[in-house]
């Protein structure tokens, strides 16, 4: 596991989404093509900006996932994260596919057999993460299931990361948050050539101490990403609290 730290979210993005080109550009120059998974939140914005913006990327030979989805909601909610990702990613660059979990599927458990069995075709070059204040690694709450079989699962939201997506105003209350959703399991994460970790905020400090510096346990879902050799974690001052900055 790599770290950087970048003075502020915007720079932090910029150096994510940055090298986040780089590993796509050499996917496509070494087999023709390209498989990401992309995550999405407040910690993506500036990082997805930078990645739409990057030069001399072959996006039509680029398929994409979506990480994790609410149970219950459709992509015309303002919450939704397919909208999120039409608005970010899809619409701005000429994927060759990008591929969504369905929230309203009428069996989750079929969606995510639906979207694993398409993803195991596609092996994933890098992923865009975020951790949460909680330390979840996308929908995976603590204590997160490390061994979980397959690539998706339906997973229940802690009270904590509910609160997380009210606070940062994707909802109106706390009890409009799903308290379910489809989530990318930690195994099929940790099966990316490499990762990509976007970190900002200092309300994700404590997350972040015990994501880098504790031990790996379910209860830091996030922590996992020590054991994987090719993570880069980005930070910017305020989430990377008493480190020193990287520049």
């Not at 101490?209 to 031990?215: E, F, K, M, V, Y």
Request: charged share 20%; aromatic share 6%.
């Amino acid at each position: 596991m790599d770290v950087i730290i970048s003075d502020d979210a915007q720079h932090l993005g910029a150096r994510a989404g940055a090298d986040a080109a780089a590993i796509i550009r050499r996917a496509i120059a070494d087999r023709g093509r390209a498989n990401m998974i992309v995550a999405t939140g407040a910690s993506q914005f500036a990082t997805l900006d930078t990645l739409v913006a990057e030069p001399d990327v072959d996006w039509s030979r680029v398929t994409g996932f979506h990480l994790d989805e609410y149970i219950g909601l459709g992509p015309q909610h303002p919450a939704s994260f397919c909208g999120y990702l039409r608005q970010r990613l899809v619409d701005r660059v000429p994927l060759a596919a990008f591929h969504y979990i369905n929230g309203l599927a009428s069996d989750p458990h079929a969606e995510c057999a639906r979207v694993g069995a398409i993803l195991r075709e596609h092996p994933i070059d890098v992923a865009l993460v975020g951790i949460g204040e909680n330390g979840h690694l996308a929908f995976n709450d603590p204590p997160a299931d490390f061994d979980a079989p397959g690539e998706y699962i339906v997973v229940d939201l802690d009270e904590a990361c509910r609160r997380q997506q009210w606070g940062e105003g994707w909802f109106e209350s706390l009890e409009a948050v799903p308290t379910r959703a489809i989530s990318m399991t930690v195994g099929q994460i940790m099966r990316s050539a490499a990762i990509v970790c976007s970190v900002p905020d200092a309300r994700k400090a404590e997350a972040v101490r015990g994501s880098i510096d504790g031990p790996v346990t379910p209860d830091v879902p996030a922590s996992i990403l020590q054991r994987h050799a090719h993570t880069t974690i980005y930070l910017d001052a305020a989430s990377a609290g008493a480190r020193v900055s990287a520049g």
